[in-house]
């Protein structure tokens, strides 16, 4: 044994002492204290002393963050306090101390508000079996001590609920007894109905009722009710005594009581659960809620409750507008409103405008007045449409719309509109002073003399509020239905007063940390409002060019726009947030489509100006950075959550890259400047995106996330329901063919952009192949030309598609396709039936020719795997389809024309087609080919040309003659074709030298001049003597191009040795020789040379033949004539010059040589 000093030694005071400084020792001390307890004494102490030790455990709390609260939790609280919740109290004592564990219930619950499980005080609370709710039934107008309990009971509940609570939580609510308040709300209820004239002299009580009902109503879903039936449970009684209740305070009691502390507490509970009640009729969609707001109460008129605007409780001002902003959403509630103030239907568009205008009100109050006319406004007839519209489709007349024009104008609307965006406050604006004093004093002068329903305190200048996100979406959303109304008229009108430029600017970067609710509530109203601006802008730059020009040249706000496409900036913790970013971005994908659409297409065809709209784009992105905007068009494409955010981004990609083709192919040939800015093509191909997209559809992959993924799309589609009151089709989702998405960061090399969407697109088109839906139906069309358009431009995306073979994906579709219209009949469309039931599969099928088109453009390999696959059998086995409409017609030859172009195997695939079904191509050529095919649609073509007809057709099929020339097997059978019985109707005696038939004349004189290059069409030609001599009389047309390419036809005919004897003993052709040789232009002399050069070469009868009608003369008749002038002021060359010295000698040398 060792000796210790007796300071040193632990005695039984210490250790009492170090056990009493524990505080979850003292807890569990007093906990067993009540467990053991026998007298109530002794419970309300040991409740006095826990009440203490829990304020110190906070405190703790407060000064270490790593202080263990789970432990303080584990703490026997239920063991102890239940019993005595599970029993209604028999006595005075009993009451006492049920209220005194109540109230420490109170300090007790928001211990579990961090918790993720519920708190065991909740659990119990929503078993509508417990007795303690007997409470409330008990007749206990003398007894103050059951109502104190009954107080603090409904304080507890409040509590629970508020915990439940979250900041956009709206999620689906569970149809679970044991999970609803729904017991509570029908006691509260039961007790308003039955009781409520009791409870009116007993305030307070009757206050802490209304003040739970809010908390209880707050959450959407409780009432529990199917869609589009009539209500169940407590909906309507509470509706009626709830406006009781107003009409008691405001009518029954006085006019002091409407004023009082409790009279506004009380009104003012009464408006924000009624709030409550409207949104959940409206959310549940039950059947004619309406009814219960205006047909079923008595004695008081709903629309009366517009003398609530006039309170001193800013609250219960918002609430009562509030109220109004939500029955406008209805037609038929509208109809009431509008009509409740008898004749004078202006009434409350006059009032809404003037607490719109009231720079003093709050803007919780101007944003609900503006919400009103917001509604109401969607509800007016257009003043541009037609009068059978205007009593089916909308619930105010015209009458209604022109007395709003009138009012705006009235109130001075769009100044003080542009005051609330120049007053606009957020986190990343900093405070600016007004810059507007003296007009706001103007304006709120002329406005104090008309207005009544506000107090008549002072209000100096400097008492005025910035303007919130929220107002500003709020006005902008109403402006946007004022567009609807009359668009031309209130368009001009913002652009000139220049508020489109400062909507504009009103957009900010949601950029911020979020680190309580209030910040969390400025970011969603910051996302909103971007979102409303961009719809606003969009409309307006869709009906005015000016508009649309300021949004062009506001560089620094244009810059904004774009950034906000940054997937970095957004808060994505809930599903709520990542809704809200999809908004957003939906409405600038739809305001970029619509600045390309509108910027540049003059009647639907693109213009340049189209270009330097992309071009200005393609420098907004390069200078913001480039990765951010692919990565946002990369998972905007690839969300299959949200429809409308991949249809819009998807139509954006493909008009940019519309733009980019036309640039590429039309622009170019125009425009030969140097591109300042980087093209879209460029950027494309040269930028990597540093996160991919990965598409999953493998089962074991997917199993464990599908019930969370399910929650998750089910949320979102809730808040888009409920928060923008859209009436959407919930999904049907099957958890075995779940597609799920997740996006990356790239560790290593990681894909060009062109290819990275490429490779999203892809899985697109072969989702939309897969599922048979409405949604991805018309999805799908969208997709093909994406898909399309990239192809087109990018040439990262074509290697990429190559890759996958994607190639014979198409030419196994258009086989799929052949199989499937092989059991129809083309006469088949004639009757309505069939046709709605074709028309799609058409559709179908020339999308998938032009996606082939653009897949092929400057691409052999692409053409070398189409021919490997025999495609231009598949077409022809098609033909008889594609004859059906001009429009696929044209778009089958496009194809064609780009499959031979520079390809001669593939040239070599169109003689041997066969339009057979279930045969393959032959082997050699045949007399039936997709080549026959075409010269047959020239002569069909040729046939029908007049000054209306469409000659797109004749001139692509020509084009493709032009290409099929590479090829020897074309060459011989366009030679024992028919095409030539065509060219008889150009002869001058049947055009009559009229317009069209000069563009046709070249067409066929192009394809003459390629096709008699080569032998074949050399002898072809001149073997039909109507062919040669139209081609000489042709010669003589008044257009300069067509006289060239006829010359050059002669020239290529000429250096056909057989062809030599004929044109020698023509006449006409000598005549035509030497006049073009005495008065034809320098580029026909030059063709002249090389056309006598051709017939005296190695021919001294050629050379005497020429000599005889003197062209040796004339030929040094030009030569003397170029030598007397400048070298400026002629087109001939040197080597034009000695060509013709050399041609001369040549026919000189013959006539010394016979001297």
């Not at 432990?71 to 209220?99: A, C, G, Y």
Request: hydrophobic share 40%.
């Amino acid at each position: 044994m060792y000796n210790f000093v007796d300071i040193l030694k632990l005695n039984d005071y210490d250790l009492q002492c170090i056990k009493n400084s524990s505080i979850d020792h003292c807890v569990k001390h007093y906990l067993k204290s009540i467990q053991n307890a026998t007298s109530h004494d002794v419970v309300l102490e040991s409740i006095d002393n826990l009440t203490l030790y829990v304020c110190l455990h906070q405190l703790a709390c407060e000064f270490n963050e790593n202080y263990n609260k789970e432990t303080f939790k584990k703490h026997q609280w239920e063991n102890t306090f239940l019993r005595f919740l599970k029993v209604l109290p028999s006595s005075e004592h009993d009451t006492i101390l049920l209220k005194k564990i109540l109230q420490f219930l109170c300090i007790l619950i928001p211990y579990y508000s961090s918790s993720d499980s519920t708190s065991w005080i909740t659990n119990f609370l929503k078993k509508p079996d417990q007795c303690i709710f007997d409470i409330f039934n008990i007749d206990n107008t003398s007894d103050d001590d059951l109502k104190i309990v009954a107080q603090e009971l409904l304080k507890v509940i409040t509590l629970c609920v508020k915990q439940e609570q979250h900041y956009l939580d709206y999620c689906i609510p569970m149809k679970d007894s044991q999970s609803s308040w729904l017991h509570v709300i029908k006691i509260i209820a039961e007790n308003l109905k039955n009781s409520g004239k009791q409870h009116f002299y007993n305030l307070a009580y009757l206050d802490s009722l209304l003040s739970c009902l809010v908390h209880l109503t707050a959450n959407l879903g409780w009432s529990e009710n199917n869609p589009n039936l009539y209500p169940t449970g407590p909906l309507p009684q509470m509706i009626v005594a709830l406006c009781d209740l107003v009409k008691a305070f405001h009518s029954g009691k006085g006019p002091t009581a409407a004023v009082s502390v409790m009279g506004l507490s009380i009104t003012r509970h009464v408006l924000l659960v009624l709030n409550h009640l409207l949104a959940e009729v409206k959310s549940s969609k039950i059947k004619g809620w309406e009814t219960y707001f205006f047909d079923n109460i008595e004695d008081i008129p709903l629309y009366s409750f517009i003398a609530l605007w006039a309170s001193r409780d800013v609250i219960l001002r918002a609430a009562s507008v509030q109220l109004f902003a939500g029955f406008t959403s209805s037609p038929r509630a509208v109809i009431e409103i509008v009509h409740g103030f008898g004749n004078d239907t202006s009434s409350i568009w006059d009032l809404s405008l003037r607490v719109l205008n009231d720079y003093t009100e709050a803007n919780t109050v101007r944003e609900n007045a503006a919400e009103i006319l917001a509604n109401l406004t969607s509800h007016c007839t257009p003043l541009g449409s037609d009068k059978s519209c205007d009593n089916t489709n909308f619930a105010l007349k015209k009458s209604s719309s022109l007395t709003l024009m009138n009012l705006i104008d009235e109130h001075n609307f769009y100044n003080n509109f542009e005051i609330i965006l120049n007053d606009l406050f957020t986190t990343n604006i900093p405070y600016r002073k007004f810059r507007n004093l003296e007009k706001i004093k103007l304006l709120k002068n002329g406005a104090e003399s008309e207005k009544s329903w506000t107090s008549s305190s002072d209000s100096d200048i400097n008492s005025l509020v910035t303007t919130t996100p929220s107002l500003v979406k709020t006005v902008c959303n109403f402006l946007h239905n004022l567009l609807a109304i009359d668009a031309v008229a209130v368009s001009q009108t913002v652009q000139e007063k220049g508020i489109a430029k400062l909507i504009f600017r009103a957009l900010c970067n949601p950029n911020m940390s979020i680190t309580n609710t209030r910040e969390l509530s400025l970011y969603v109203d910051i996302l909103d409002m971007n979102a409303t601006i961009c719809s606003v802008l969009t409309r307006l730059s869709s009906n005015n060019i000016s508009c649309l020009g300021t949004i062009l040249h506001t560089k620094d706000c244009l810059n904004l726009l774009i950034s906000l496409l940054n997937p970095r900036l957004y808060h994505m913790d809930f599903p709520q947030l990542v809704y809200l970013r999809n908004r957003l971005w939906t409405s600038v994908f739809n305001l970029l489509s619509t600045l390309v659409e509108y910027g540049g297409e003059s009647e639907g065809n693109l213009t340049n100006r189209s270009v330097e709209v992309v071009n200005t784009f393609s420098g907004t992105i390069t200078e913001l950075g480039n990765e951010p905007f692919f990565e946002a068009i990369c998972e905007s494409i690839s969300n299959l959550g949200s429809h409308d955010l991949q249809n819009s981004a998807l139509n954006m990609l493909t008009g940019v890259l519309r733009v980019e083709a036309y640039r590429n192919f039309e622009y170019s040939l125009l425009v030969t400047e140097k591109k300042v800015e980087p093209s879209i093509q460029s950027l494309l191909d040269s930028v990597r995106t540093s996160r991919t997209v990965l598409i999953s559809n493998n089962g074991s992959a997917r199993l464990p996330k599908n019930s969370k993924k399910l929650t998750q799309d089910h949320k979102l589609n809730l808040l888009e329901e409920v928060y923008y009151e859209k009436v959407i089709a919930k999904p049907q989702i099957d958890l075995n063919d779940q597609i799920e998405v997740s996006i990356i960061e790239n560790d290593g090399q990681s894909l060009m952009s062109g290819a990275e969407i490429c490779k999203i697109l892809l899985y697109l088109y072969d989702i939309c192949n897969l599922e048979n839906t409405e949604v991805f139906i018309k999805k799908k069309s969208i997709v093909t030309k994406a898909l399309s358009t990239l192809l087109c431009v990018s040439k990262e995306a074509k290697q990429f598609a190559l890759e996958c073979s994607m190639v014979g994906v198409i030419v196994k579709k258009l086989r799929d396709h052949h199989i499937r219209l092989g059991l129809e009949s083309v006469e088949c469309l004639r009757r309505i039936a069939d046709k709605k039931r074709l028309c799609p599969l058409l559709k179908e099928l020339d999308d998938l020719i032009c996606l082939l088109t653009n897949f092929m453009v400057d691409c052999e390999p692409v053409k070398l795997d189409a021919a490997s696959l025999n495609l231009a059998d598949v077409v022809h086995k098609l033909w008889v389809w594609f004859l059906v409409e001009n429009s696929m017609l044209i778009d089958v030859l496009k194809m064609i024309c780009t499959y031979t172009t520079n390809c001669e195997l593939a040239c070599q695939t169109l003689p041997l087609t066969s339009p057979v079904a279930g045969s393959g191509p032959r082997k050699s050529p045949g007399t039936i080919s997709l080549l026959h095919a075409i010269i047959a649609l020239i002569t069909r073509e040729m046939d029908q040309i007049s000054k209306t007809h469409d000659r797109s057709a004749l001139e692509i099929s020509f084009n493709i003659l032009h290409n099929s020339c590479q090829s020897l097997e074309c060459r011989v059978l366009i030679s024992k074709s028919n095409i030539f019985q065509s060219i008889s109707r150009l002869h001058p005696a049947i055009t009559k030298r009229q317009k069209p038939w000069e563009f046709v004349e070249l067409i066929w004189l192009e394809f003459l001049q390629t096709y008699t290059i080569h032998p074949e069409g050399q002898a072809a030609v001149a073997k039909i003597p109507d062919v040669l001599e139209l081609i000489m009389t042709l010669t003589n047309s008044s257009k300069m191009k067509n006289r060239l390419m006829a010359s050059m036809v002669l020239r290529n005919v000429a250096f056909y040795q057989p062809n030599k004897s004929r044109l020698l003993s023509s006449a006409d052709f000598l005549n035509i020789v030497q006049s073009k040789l005495t008065t034809g232009s320098d580029e026909e002399k030059n063709i002249i040379v090389v056309i006598i050069w051709a017939l005296a070469a190695n021919s001294q009868k050629a050379k005497i033949v020429l000599k005889s009608i003197h062209l040796d003369d004339k030929l040094q008749n030009v030569l003397k004539h170029c030598q007397l002038l400048k070298s400026k002021e002629s087109c001939l060359s040197t080597e034009d010059v000695d060509r013709m010295q050399y041609v001369l000698q040549m026919l000189r040398d013959t006539n010394d040589k016979i001297k």
